[in-house]
Nanobody, 118 residues
Framework: QVQLVESGGGLVQPGGSLRLSCAAS????????MHWVRQAPGKGLEWVSS?????????YYADSAKGRFTISRDNAQDTLYLQMNSLSSEDTAVYHC??????????WGQGTRVTVSS
C-alpha cells in the first residue's frame, strides 16, 4: 500500500532553514506529481509546492513560498524534499507530503511539524 513518511520538522528560529523529507513506498514514485501541503494552527490546508514526475523539471510554488522554498525529488531514493529558507512565524505549520492522482490529492503522509519561534 502507499506510504508517505515525512521527516525533518522541528523548532527553528526566524530566518533559519529546514529541509523536509518524504520517503515514499508502495507505488512507482517517479511517475507521479507530488505536492507539499501545510496546515497552520487553527487554519485550513494551504498548498505550498508541486513537482512534476520524472526529472521534476516543472515546479510550482505558492506566492508565500516563492524565492524561499525549493521542492525537489530523488527518484532513485523514492524521496521528496522541501528546502525551506528564511523561515518566519507564518511558516509554522504541519507539512504534509501528498501523492497526486489525476490532478487531485490522493494519498497523504502523517505530516511533520515545523515551528518557527525565537
Amino acid at each position: 500500500q502507499v506510504q508517505l513518511v515525512e521527516s525533518g520538522g522541528g523548532l527553528v528560529q526566524p530566518g533559519g532553514s529546514l529541509r523536509l523529507s518524504c520517503a515514499a513506498s508502495g507505488f512507482t514514485f517517479s511517475t507521479y506529481w507530488m505536492h507539499w501541503v501545510r496546515q497552520a494552527p487553527g487554519k485550513g490546508l494551504e498548498w505550498v509546492s508541486s513537482i512534476s514526475p520524472g526529472g521534476g523539471r516543472t515546479t510550482y510554488y505558492a506566492d508565500s513560498a516563492k524565492g524561499r522554498f525549493t521542492i525537489s525529488r530523488d527518484n532513485a531514493q523514492d524521496t521528496l524534499y522541501l528546502q525551506m529558507n528564511s523561515l518566519s512565524s507564518e511558516d509554522t505549520a504541519v507539512y504534509h507530503c501528498v501523492k497526486d492522482l489525476d490532478y487531485a490529492y490522493d494519498n497523504w503522509g502523517q505530516g511533520t511539524r515545523v515551528t518557527v519561534s525565537s
